[in-house]
């Protein structure tokens, strides 16, 4: 299988939402999202959400997405096989989250750390388990060292067994690439790739 991994620009946003819209959770999956929230605050998502009553949930999450795509605030990396959107990293700089995202996480770092965050994957059903992952983490450490990044953080959940939807990457994907563990949570660890 050829894995060809491009980061997300505006010019891929056709890519991007054809792939959230149709492979992406085709195995009922519990998420349903674009990976527009991490890069939202509390505030943006009240006041984006309730704006929209009564119009559907994933058309608002949808059009916020469009906006951090075209912007630049969402940033990561689809997987492509024979031009088809397979896969996605979102991969970002630690100064584009906000001090707590929406969700509560806690991914930022002033832009002189010159750090980045690896903070979600979907991965298409039928792709999982060949390595997409894998060659979307090893684009992400190759264009963070040639862009001058110190170093790189994930923050995989703890889990005493496999999950099938576990879009912050499992511990073992993040130790194969040399990371390591700096810190621990009460559900979460903290890993970190240094590059210089």
């Not at 110190?150 to 073992?172: K, L, N, Q, T």
Request: glycine letters at 6%; hydrophobic letters at 40%; one cysteine or more.
């Amino acid at each position: 299988m050829d894995i060809t991994i491009k980061p997300l620009t505006p010019e891929l946003i056709n890519d991007y939402f054809d792939f959230f819209d149709n492979r992406a959770f085709t195995d009922d999956s519990p998420y349903r999202c674009y990976c527009q929230l991490y890069q939202m605050t509390k505030e943006m998502y009240q006041s984006e959400y309730n704006n929209a009553a009564g119009i559907d949930y994933g058309v608002v999450s949808r059009k916020i997405a469009e906006q951090q795509i075209v912007s630049g605030t969402l940033q990561g990396y689809l997987a492509f096989v024979d031009d088809v959107a397979i896969g996605w990293c979102n991969a970002n700089d630690k100064s584009n989250f906000p001090v707590e995202s929406c969700t509560g996480a806690h991914f930022y770092a002033p832009v002189e750390r010159c750090e980045k965050a690896v903070v979600c994957f979907e991965i298409a059903p039928n792709f999982r388990g060949k390595g997409v992952a894998t060659a979307l983490l090893q684009k992400v450490i190759s264009d963070a060292k040639a862009n001058g990044y110190i170093a790189i953080e994930s923050f995989p959940v703890i889990r005493s067994e496999r999950y099938e939807w576990d879009c912050a990457g499992p511990i073992r994907l993040y130790e194969k690439a040399g990371f390591v563990k700096v810190a621990e949570e009460k559900d979460f660890i903290v890993m970190r790739k240094e590059l210089r």
